[in-house]
């Protein structure tokens, strides 16, 4: 195999694959995403965020075993999703200016390749998920049938980001269970309210795509919405704010927490604001930035349990 194609032509500008990993491994970390780790990151913060309300609960930090155990479960999942994900689409993903460099279309990965790749990672997370009680094990396995049917969703309907929210958001059923050993309302409307905000920054993020998908018949929320993003943002961001807000007042949150909330509902509607959704590089930018919307509602969940 040889790494035809070299770097993704979405990566991070200076990622350490490109520049630091050994050009044996660069073509699988890339499979991976480890040069494009905003995913994991997002996939992250629904599983923080649910250990924080379950701190908030508790009046106490959440265990920071736990909050290590989630980081490396989501980049190892993330990683075995988005292998699982350009196995369906490698012959899509050949038609798509932004997506054709990616390694099995562009020839670094062969698909059998991906496939065993693929169940590597699936056991990292396995083995990550086992170290927590049994109905958070339950929990987590049942998330599989979601990541599974989620590529083809694209093919089928104009809303295939609710289905990324319904996976993307699976961690927001994780942290709660892994202290109470069960389901409670906050996570669940939790839950909801992180589907309602990946739904947004999803439908960002397939602006970069537009032009390519409506040529060659993928649908999207970008496409459904058109002209009336902003707006649509606007419904799912505030529907995003309310329902988080609401988990978490019913977890005990107090003042910390709402002064998060706020600086969270600022930066969701700073991107609602100045969206450009004719200008890919400002998408990939907004899309990237609630990394850091996330972390500012996981630290005002820190500071309130704390104190």
């Known amino acids: 195999m040889s790494e035809i194609g070299g770097r993704v032509a979405d990566a991070t500008a200076r990622n350490w694959v490109d520049g630091l990993a050994p050009a044996s ?45 989630f980081f490396i479960g989501a980049f190892a999942m993330r990683g075995a999703g988005c292998t699982w994900n350009d196995f369906v689409d490698r012959d899509l993903d050949g038609l ?3 997506t054709r460099s990616r390694p099995i279309p562009s020839g670094q990965v062969t698909a059998k390749q991906a496939v065993v790749f693929m169940v590597l ?30 590529p083809f969703m694209k093919r089928i ?27 409670h309302w906050p996570p669940l409307v939790l839950y909801a309210g992180s589907i309602a905000w990946v739904i947004a920054y999803d439908t960002i ?18 496409l459904l919405f058109g ?24 977890a005990g949150g107090g003042g910390i927490f709402a002064i998060g909330l706020l600086a969270f509902a600022a930066h969701l509607a700073w991107q609602t604001l100045t969206i450009n959704i004719d200008d890919p590089a400002h998408c990939l930018k907004l899309f990237r930035s609630n990394r850091d919307a996330g ?13």
């Open 121 to 150: 990672q699936a056991f990292v997370g396995l083995a990550v998920l086992l170290q927590f009680n049994w109905y958070t094990v339950m929990t987590g396995l049942a998330s599989l049938l979601v990541v599974a049917i989620y």
């Open 25 to 69: 491994t660069r073509p699988y970390l890339r499979l991976a995403r480890f040069d494009r780790p905003i995913g994991s990151w997002l996939l992250l913060m629904p599983c923080w965020w649910s250990a924080g309300l379950a701190g908030m609960a508790q009046g106490q930090l959440p265990s920071l075993w736990h909050i290590v155990l």
């Open 205 to 222: 993020y397939a602006h970069q795509d537009r032009e390519d998908d409506m040529m060659i018949g993928i649908k999207s929320t970008a």
């Open 96 to 98: 798509v200016e932004r």
């Open 227 to 250: 002209q009336n993003t902003q707006m649509m943002l606007a419904v799912f961001y505030t529907l995003a704010v309310v329902l988080i807000g609401i988990a978490g007042f019913m």
């Open 157 to 183: 309907t104009y809303w295939p980001q609710i289905f990324l929210g319904l996976a993307f958001s699976w961690g927001a059923l994780m942290g709660w269970p892994a202290v109470f050993g069960r389901h």
């Open 295 to 307: 972390l500012i509602l996981f630290a005002a969940m820190l500071l309130d349990a704390a104190f």
